[in-house]
């Protein structure tokens, strides 16, 4: 059975297509360097539109005559109250702009005009370098470093210093454990559950803030938050995994980018934590086979977060103490405490088990 690799690797080589939904410019060049917060390309997505109809307005006997009234042209862009079309003569008859906007099209004696226009931009969110330019749509940034993959992201991009120590990373992240040495910082917690917590990393600002885990209630105010804010493990009060906090406090001090993603598990594109490092990284994979003696993560209660080596994958079905039936593996945690665990409650995080080392 193939299995989602969730990353959280010392030394990986990092690549990612960053591209707009629809033309646009690119603002960036083969060879570039780059830093999360850099915009590669951008565009302007009409919103708000609006009909002027030449044709009914006029009382004209067909589109065509409405048509060769008007005396604009698609691109052109009017002010309020400028002349679209108009009949001449004696007693001329005019139309005018409703309102500020660009012509975009003239069909069926009909004047669509846009009036409303937002910008979408598309940045790198990762420190390194352009690889490949895509045609008015993005391009493709290559690393290598450390890439942790999380599961919940509130769709901003930060980086800063990474500051942290082994007992703020196990603890609560609350308004007192946060001080103005940390503004412009990444930081790191097991968990939240206090909205205040939020409001005031925010007030300082932070850099950017990676967890364990988070109350649910807090999403809508996380989503307020203007710095990047990525769970590890999902939703609750879980800490975060002990390989993903060896790597994160081996790598403290370091310059840590956030790229705070939505998962798109049609894509693939998810939240991430990287330290750009100068080194070559290994291959990246994104799936894998299930195969005893990796490294697992389990994503179900009631071992939510936690680490284990696969001892054995279960022939046929396993039975499961609910009375299910289904694709299971003998796990074995840390603790040598053992568990039949679903196929699907799980994620490989090192496949050949190089980082963790094996168990007994």
Excluded at 234 to 259: M, T
Excluded at 306 to 332: C, D, E, F, M, Y
Aim: aromatic share 4%; glycine share 8%; with cysteine.
């Amino acid at each position: 059975m193939h299995a989602l690799v969730t990353q959280i690797h010392p030394l990986v080589q990092i690549r990612r297509n960053r591209s707009l939904p629809v033309p646009g410019t690119v603002l960036v060049r083969v060879g570039q360097k780059v830093i999360p917060t850099e915009i590669l390309a951008e565009t302007n997505v009409p919103s708000q539109h609006y009909l002027v109809d030449v044709f009914r307005s006029l009382g004209m006997k067909n589109t065509t005559e409405a048509e060769k009234l008007v005396n604009r042209k698609i691109g052109d862009q009017l002010d309020k109250q400028d002349i679209i079309a108009e009949t001449g003569g004696f007693f001329s008859r005019v139309i005018r702009a409703p309102m500020p906007g660009k012509i975009v099209a003239i069909k069926n004696g009909q004047v669509l005009l846009e009036t409303d226009s937002h910008k979408i931009t598309v940045q790198s969110g990762l420190t390194g370098s352009v690889v490949e330019v895509i045609k008015d749509r993005g391009a493709v940034v290559e690393t290598n470093g450390m890439l942790i993959q999380g599961v919940w992201g509130n769709e901003r991009i930060g980086f800063g210093p990474f500051l942290v120590d082994a007992d703020a990373i196990e603890k609560e992240l609350t308004p007192a454990s946060l001080s103005i040495t940390l503004r412009g910082a990444v930081i790191a917690a097991a968990f939240c559950t206090q909205e205040e917590s939020l409001i005031t990393a925010g007030s300082l600002p932070v850099g950017g803030l990676i967890l364990g885990s988070m109350n649910p209630e807090l999403i809508s105010c996380a989503m307020k938050q203007n710095f990047p804010i990525v769970l590890l493990e999902g939703f609750g009060q879980n800490g975060i995994n002990d390989l993903a906090k060896n790597l994160l406090l081996s790598n403290s001090k370091r310059e840590i980018s956030i790229h705070a993603a939505k998962w798109d598990r049609f894509t693939g594109n998810r939240p991430e934590v990287v330290v750009s490092l100068p080194a070559e990284g290994e291959s990246y994979r994104e799936v894998a086979e299930f195969a005893s003696g990796q490294a697992v993560r389990v994503h179900a209660n009631p071992y939510s977060g936690r680490v284990g080596w696969i001892q054995n994958i279960i022939s046929g079905l396993a039975s499961l103490p609910n009375g299910l039936r289904t694709t299971a593996a003998a796990i074995k945690f840390q603790n040598n405490e053992s568990a039949i665990i679903p196929l699907i409650n799980l994620d490989i995080i090192d496949i050949e088990n190089r980082f963790l080392g094996k168990t007994e």
